[in-house]
C-alpha cells in the first residue's frame, strides 16, 4: 500500500476513535478533531522523530495543539501507537500505556485523557495545556528556544486553529519566532473556515492567513490537509533555510463524517444512535484505499545522544553575600548610600542566579532597563531573550522553556504582566516552573499614573496562594513583596530554589535598607520589624516604609505598635497569629494596591481564629499623576497620617 | 506662509513646550512626543473637524493616541488652540481652558494633564485612558461603531508607536475594523524605530507594517512623519472607498533636539540646564520656516446637527415580568420545568434590555451560543457585534462605544475575559459604562477541564469591588453572581441601570428555580434563603445549590443552618453582620473558584467586627476533566458532605 493509502486508512481509523470518545464522554469536539485527522496522522505516524514509550525524551519532535479542543484524533493517535501515560518519572518514562480502549474514559474522572491537553494529568506527549486559544505557537517558540540552547536537534510542529488565529498573541509569536530565527518551529494552521457560532471571519480566510504570515517574515505553503501526498511535500520543505514555515492547509470540519458537517457544528458529540452511521461512512472510505502492509508509517527515532537542559541542583549552589554581590555588580557606592530600590537589587539577584545556575533564563519585554533585567542581560546574553513589547507571548514564551527544562525569569511592569493573566493561569495548569516578576507595582510610581501602576496584581496572585499544588501542601504560586533590597536579593534567591510559579513584586523608589545583610527570609515567612502591645501595623513591600512612618507618629503619641512586614504569601499563619496575640489582638494592614489583597488574605486567618480584630486599607479609588509617592499615598488615602488615624480609630472600638 | 511652513513652525512651537513641560515635571516622554510634533499638529489644527471648546461633541472627530507616553505634544497643542478642561457637563461643556502657563503643572496632583491620556481627571479631548499600550486601535474601533450607530459623520484618527504595534490587540483590532468596515478610522503608524530598552525589532520596521497591513486588508500609505506636505497628502485619502487607511510615518525620536537623539532616549526629560539649547535647536527651525500668517491652520468645525447616542433613561423604563419575558422569548417549557441555566436567563434579559433600551449595544467573541447573548442577536442584529476570537479588542471596544455613549454589553466564558484584564483595568479608569458577563465559570463546567474555567474572575473583580468611585460611594465595579435564571434575569436589570463598570458570572449547568419571579434584587445585596441560629451558610451562584444539600444533610443531624445567597458585591456589610449574628456568629462561605474571592471579602467584614467567626472553602486545588459537576466537586473538595463535614467541625470549635 502506499503512504498516501496508508495515511488515508489510519485517518478514518484514528477518526472513528475520535467520534466515538466523544460521544462516550457526553461532549467534546469531534467535527475539529476529525478536520485534523490527516495531518495528525502524518505528524505522529511518519513525520516526528519521536518515541512513543518516552515522548519527553528532550531530543524527541514535539506536537503543540494550539487548538485544544481537537484533542480527541491526538489521544486516538497516541492509543494507536501505543504510548505511554501516567506521572512521569525523572527521565519522563511514564509508568502505563494508553490503550484503545481506554479512550472511552474520556474526560472521566479518572483519566489521564483531559477535556483539553493537559500534561500534568498523566499525558507527556503534550508539553503545556492549551484550550485557552492562542497560546500555542509561544508555547513552541519557548521549546524551540530551550532546544538550542541546549543543543537538541529537537523539532517542534504546532497545530493552530483559523478561528484561533485572531486572537493577538498568534501574531505576537509570528514575530517573536522569525526575531530569533526559531526554524525549528513549523506551524501548521487548521483552515476549516468554521468557528464556534459561526463561519469564522474572512480574515482568517486561508487566503488571508497566507499573505499575512508572508507579511510576518514567515514562508507559507497552501494545502489541502486531506491530501497526504500534499502534506508530505509541504512537511519536506520545514526547517530549511532562516525563515520558518508555516503551512495553510484547507479542511473539512467533520471530515468524513456528513452528520457532522452540518450546519456548523462545534463542540457537540453525535449521540450513541448516530455512531454507527458515523463508523460507516468512515469504513467506506477505509475500504476504498484496500489493504496490505503500510510502508514508513511508523514514527523514527528521535536524533541520537539526549540532549537534556544544563542544570545544576538549586540548593546546592553557594550564594555570594549580598554585600558581595552589590559590589560585584558594581553597586558597593549605592549600597554605602543605605538606600536602593528593590527592583535594582533583584537585577544584581537575577545575574547571580544566571552565573550559578545554568538553567536560568530571563525574558522582558522592552523594559529591561526599568525591571533590572538588564543585569542579567549583559553577563548571560544568550540566556537572555527580548521579547519585545508583547507580554502574552512573553509568558507562554517562558511556558514552554519550562517544559524544556529551564528556569525561566519573565519581566515587565506588574501592570502590564495583566495583559497575560489567562497565559499564567494556563502555565498554572500546565505546573511551569516560572518565575513572574512586576516592578513598578502599585501607587508609589505616582507621576505616570494608574495606567502604568499594578494595583489589582496581588488579588489575582492572591488568589492562586490559597490553592494547593499536586502534593497538597506547596500553593499554585509563591507570591514576594520585597521591602527593601537585602529582602528582593534573598526573595530572588529563593523563587529560584522554589519548583512552581513564583511572583515577585518590586517597587520603582528607592527605599532605605532595613534589614541586615544575613536577615533570614523564607517562603510564606514574616519579619516582626518592632513589637508593640497596643496594635500591629502589617505592610509588605513599600508600604512597610510608609507603615514604619505611621508607626513613629503613633509611638510619640505613647502608642505601642508592633511592625510586621509581611513580604510572602501564604504567610505561615500561626507565626502570623502569634504575632497578633501579642499586639493587642488588633490589626491594622495597608497595602498600595486595590483590594482583595494582603488585608483580605490576613482578615481571612484572623477571622478563622475568631479573636483577632483586622481592619485594612488600601488604595482607596483611582489613582491619578502625582510628582511624589508622597503624594500620591495622600491622594489615596495611604498616607502616613492617615494610617495612624485609621490605628487610633480601631483602638478605640471595643476590644 | 505655506500650510507646510505654518505646520513646520507650529510643530517646533508645540515641541518647546513639550520638552519644557517634561523637564517641568520631572518626567515624562519627550522624545516621543517630539516624534509625533508634525503629524499632531496637522491632525489637531487641520485635519480634524472638532471645536476646542467642545471636545467631546458627539459629531467632532477624535483623536485616540495609543502609544499615550507622547501625551505632552498633545497637551502642548491643546493649550495653544484654548481647549476645554475640566469636568465636563451633560452636554460635554467644560468650565475651563488650558493655558500655555498650565503645561508646566504636568503630571501635578492637582493638574488636568496626567502622565498617560485619561480623560476622567477633566481632559475631555480624549475618550479612553491609554498608556498600557496597543489598545487604541481598538477603541478608535468602538468609537466608530458608536458614530455609525447613531448616524454621526464623525472620523477618528489613531497614532501608534512602531514598539507598540508587536502587542497582538493591534492585530485583533485591525481585523475587527477591516471585518465591519469602519473606514472612519485613520490609522496612523509611528515609525521612529526605537523602543524603551533599545530599538524597535525589524519586524516592526516601517516596510514590515506596510506589508503586514496591506496584508490585513487596509490600505497603505508611507509617508514621511515629518513632511507636511505628505502628510496632508496621506490624509486625504483616509475615509475613502471600502477598506480602511493606515498611515506609516517614520519619524525621528527627539526630533529637531540632538540631545534627545543620542543613545536612544526614552522616557527620561532633559534636565533644567539643557532646555535652553533644545529651545535654540528648535527656535532655529522657527526661524528658517519665515513668518506670516498661517492659512487655514485651525480646526474646522463638526459637521452640523449633533449625533448623540439615542438613550432612554433606564431607571424609566418598564422591564415585563421573568415569566412574560421567558414566555416572550418562547421558554415557557423550559420556565415550567423549573430548571434553568443562568446564562439562558442572562441571554432573555439581555434581549429585554435592547427592547427597551436603544443605547444598550451587545459584543461577543464567538461563543454567543454559549453566552446565550445570541437571543439578543437575533432580535437586534444592528447592535449585536461579532468579535471573533480576540477579548482584548472586545473589551476595548465596549469602552470605546462607552465613550460614544452606548451601554456595551460584553461577553465570554468567564475563563476567556482573563485574556483582557488589562483592558478592563483600562476601561475603568476611563470610568466606562461597561457590562462584562462572564459564562461557564467556576468549577461546575466539568466535563471541558481547568483552561475552560473561570477560576479567578472572583478575586480580580473582586478587588474592583473594594475601591471607590468619583463620587466616593459607588465602587468601580458591581460584582454579580445569580443563583437562578430568576436571579439573572433581575441582576440583568439592575445592570442596565448601574452607572459604571458590572461583572457578572454566569453558569453552564441548569440549576432549579430558587426564587418567586417578583424577588427584589439589588447591588450588594443578598437573600437570606433560610434561617438557623447555630451557623449560616453562605455561597453564591452554582454554590448555593450544593450549599442548599449541605444545609439539608445537616439540618438531617439537627443542626439549625442558615443559606444566605450573597449575589452581589460589595456586600452590604451591615444586612451580612446582622444576618450571621442570628446564626451562631459562625459562617461557613463557600465558592467555586480560586480563593481570594467572596470568602475573603466575608472575613473581611467578620474581622472589622471582630466577634464572628467565618471559614472559607474555596477550589483547593486544579481541576480537572469530569464528567459531572458533581464529580467535579468532590474533586475540588467542594461536594455537599465536605461542606456539611466542615460546618461540623466550625461547630465543634469554642466560640
Redesign the interface.
Known amino acids: 500500500m502506499s503512504l498516501a493509502d496508508a495515511v488515508q486508512r489510519t485517518a478514518a481509523t484514528l477518526g472513528k476513535l475520535a467520534v466515538r470518545m466523544t460521544t462516550k ?4 469536539h469531534p467535527s475539529s478533531a476529525l478536520s485534523l485527522s490527516h495531518l495528525v496522522t502524518h505528524l505522529m505516524y511518519r513525520q516526528m522523530r519521536w518515541d512513543p514509550t518516552n515522548p519527553a525524551d528532550p531530543n524527541a519532535d514535539r506536537l503543540v495543539l494550539s487548538e ?1 479542543h481537537a484533542v480527541p484524533i491526538v489521544y486516538a493517535a497516541y492509543a494507536a501507537l501505543k504510548g505511554a501515560v501516567g506521572p512521569a518519572g525523572r527521565n519522563g518514562e511514564c509508568p502505563g500505556v494508553l490503550a484503545v480502549a481506554d479512550l472511552d474514559a474520556l ?3 479518572d ?1 489521564v ?4 491537553p ?1 500534561p ?2 498523566g499525558f507527556p506527549f503534550f508539553d503545556a ?6 497560546m500555542g505557537l509561544s508555547v513552541a517558540a519557548g521549546l524551540a528556544l530551550g532546544a538550542r540552547l541546549a543543543g537538541s536537534e529537537r523539532r517542534i510542529y504546532v497545530l493552530i486553529g483559523d ?2 488565529s ?7 509569536a509570528a ?1 517573536f519566532i ?2 530569533h530565527k526559531l526554524t525549528s518551529v513549523c506551524a501548521i494552521f487548521n483552515a476549516n473556515g468554521q ?4 463561519n ?5 480566510s486561508a487566503e ?1 492567513l497566507h ?2 504570515l ?4 514567515w514562508r507559507v505553503l497552501a494545502i489541502d490537509g486531506h491530501n497526504p501526498e500534499e502534506i508530505a511535500a509541504a512537511l519536506d520543505q520545514a526547517h530549511r533555510g532562516d525563515r520558518p514555515l508555516a503551512i495553510v492547509a484547507r479542511t473539512i470540519k467533520g471530515w468524513g463524517v456528513p452528520a457532522l458537517q452540518k450546519g456548523n457544528w462545534h463542540g457537540k458529540p453525535l449521540e450513541e444512535k448516530d455512531l454507527a452511521a458515523a463508523d460507516a461512512s468512515l469504513d467506506q472510505i477505509v475500504s476504498q484505499v484496500g489493504s496490505g502492509e503500510a510502508d514508513g508509517l511508523a514514527p523514527s527515532s528521535p536524533p541520537a545522544g539526549r540532549r537534556p537542559a544544563p542544570a545544576k541542583d538549586p540548593d546546592g549552589v553557594a550564594w555570594p553575600t549580598f554585600a558581595e554581590a552589590m559590589e560585584g555588580a558594581g553597586l558597593g557606592k549605592l549600597l554605602a548610600s543605605g538606600k536602593a530600590a528593590t527592583r535594582r537589587a533583584y537585577g544584581v539577584a537575577l545575574k547571580v542566579a544566571g552565573d550559578l545556575l545554568p538553567q536560568v533564563a530571563v525574558l ?1 519585554a ?5 525591571t533590572f533585567s ?1 543585569v542579567f542581560a549583559k553577563a548571560h546574553p544568550e540566556r537572555f531573550f ?1 521579547c ?3 507580554e ?2 512573553m509568558v507562554s514564551v517562558a511556558a514552554g522553556l519550562s517544559a524544556a527544562g529551564y528556569i525561566p525569569f519573565a519581566n515587565s511592569f506588574a ?2 504582566f ?2 497575560a ?2 497565559q499564567v ?2 502555565a ?2 500546565s505546573r511551569a516552573n516560572i518565575k513572574l516578576v512586576g516592578s513598578h507595582a502599585g501607587v508609589s510610581l505616582a ?6 501602576m499594578g ?2 496584581d ?3 496572585f ?9 502534593d ?1 501542601e506547596s500553593p ?1 504560586c509563591w507570591f514576594f513583596q520585597p521591602a527593601d533590597a537585602v529582602a528582593a536579593y534573598h526573595c530572588t534567591r529563593l523563587m529560584t530554589r522554589l519548583r512552581g510559579m513564583c511572583y515577585m513584586r518590586t517597587h520603582r523608589p528607592d527605599v532605605p535598607l532595613l534589614y541586615r545583610p544575613d536577615a533570614v527570609f523564607e517562603p510564606g515567612g514574616l519579619q516582626v520589624l518592632a513589637t508593640g502591645e497596643d496594635l500591629a501595623l502589617v505592610a509588605s513591600g513599600y508600604m512597610v516604609h510608609v507603615a514604619q512612618e505611621a508607626q513613629r507618629e503613633l509611638e510619640r503619641k505613647r502608642i505601642r505598635v508592633a511592625l510586621i512586614d509581611a513580604y510572602s504569601f501564604p504567610i505561615a499563619g500561626p507565626r502570623l497569629i502569634e504575632a497578633l496575640q501579642k499586639s493587642g489582638r488588633r490589626a491594622l494592614v495597608v497595602e498600595d ?5 494582603i ?6 486567618i ?3 481564629a ?1 479573636d ?5 486599607m ?5 489613582p ?4 511624589t509617592p508622597e ?1 500620591q499615598m495622600e ?1 489615596c488615602g495611604l498616607s502616613a497620617t492617615r494610617i495612624a488615624d485609621r490605628a487610633l480609630a480601631l483602638l478605640r ?1 471595643p476590644a
Chains 1, 2 share one sequence.
Not at 508572508?214 to 517574515?217: K, P, T
Not at 507621576?447 to 502604568?452: E, M
Open positions: 464522554a457526553g461532549s467534546g485544544g474526560r472521566a474522572r483519566s485523557l483531559d477535556g483539553h493537559n500534568a494529568e495545556a492549551t484550550g485557552s486559544l492562542g478561528g484561533e485572531r486572537e493577538g498573541q498568534i501574531w505576537e514575530d522569525v526575531d468557528g464556534q457560532a459561526g469564522v471571519s474572512p480574515q482568517q488571508r499573505a499575512k508572508e507579511a510576518f517574515g522582558d522592552d523594559v529591561s532597563n526599568s538588564e527580548e519585545k513589547i508583547a502574552q507571548n501592570k502590564f495583566s495583559r493573566y489567562d493561569e494556563l498554572s495548569i507621576a505616570d499614573g494608574p495606567s502604568q494595583l489589582l496581588v488579588a489575582f492572591r488568589a492562586f496562594t490559597a490553592v494547593r499544588g499536586d497538597g499554585l494596591n486595590y483590594g482583595a489583597g488585608g483580605a488574605a490576613i482578615a481571612e484572623a477571622a478563622r475568631g483577632i480584630r483586622v481592619e485594612t488600601h488604595c482607596g479609588r483611582i491619578k499623576s502625582t510628582r503624594e491622594y472600638q
